[in-house]
Nanobody, 124 residues
Framework: QVQLVESGGGLVQTGGSLRLSCAAS????????MGWFRQAPGKEREFVAA????????YHAGSVKGRFTISRDNAKNTVYLQMNSLKFEDTAVYYC?????????????????WGQGTQVTVSS
C-alpha cells in the first residue's frame, strides 16, 4: 500500500500555467509506474499522462500533448504534472495514481492506489 497526496491545484486564467505535485509515502516509490487522471463534474475519469518507474518513458493523452509534461523525482518520492497553455476544458479534479511497474496504461482500473485529488479551475 502506498499513500499519495496531491497539491498545487488552484485557479488560473486561460493560457496560464500550473504545476501539480504528488507526494508518495514509503521507500518503494521507484517500483511504481505513476499516472495523472482528471475528472470533471458529471464526466468519466480520464487519463492525462503516465510515467515509468525510472522516468525513462512517458505517455501523454492527445488532448494535452505539447502542453502538459509528467515527470518524477524518485529521490523526493514525488511525481509532477507541469501544465502550460491551460484551457477552460482542462478544469477538473486532478488525481495521481500508482501501479506496480509494467507496461504504461491509461485505463484507470489498472491503477491500484489513488490520491485525494486537487482542484484545477481555468477561468473563461
Amino acid at each position: 500500500q502506498v499513500q499519495l497526496v496531491e497539491s498545487g491545484g488552484g485557479l488560473v486564467q486561460t493560457g496560464g500555467s500550473l504545476r501539480l505535485s504528488c507526494a508518495a509515502s514509503g521507500r518503494t516509490f521507484s517500483t511504481y509506474d505513476m499516472g495523472w487522471f482528471r475528472q470533471a463534474p458529471g464526466k468519466e475519469r480520464e487519463f492525462v499522462a503516465a510515467i515509468s518507474r525510472s522516468g525513462g518513458v512517458t505517455y501523454h493523452a492527445g488532448s494535452v500533448k505539447g502542453r502538459f509534461t509528467i515527470s518524477r523525482d524518485n529521490a523526493k518520492n514525488t511525481v509532477y504534472l507541469q501544465m502550460n497553455s491551460l484551457k477552460f476544458e482542462d478544469t477538473a479534479v486532478y488525481y495521481c495514481a500508482a501501479r506496480v511497474a509494467g507496461r504504461l496504461v491509461g485505463d484507470p482500473s489498472r491503477y491500484n492506489y489513488w490520491g485525494q485529488g486537487t482542484q484545477v479551475t481555468v477561468s473563461s
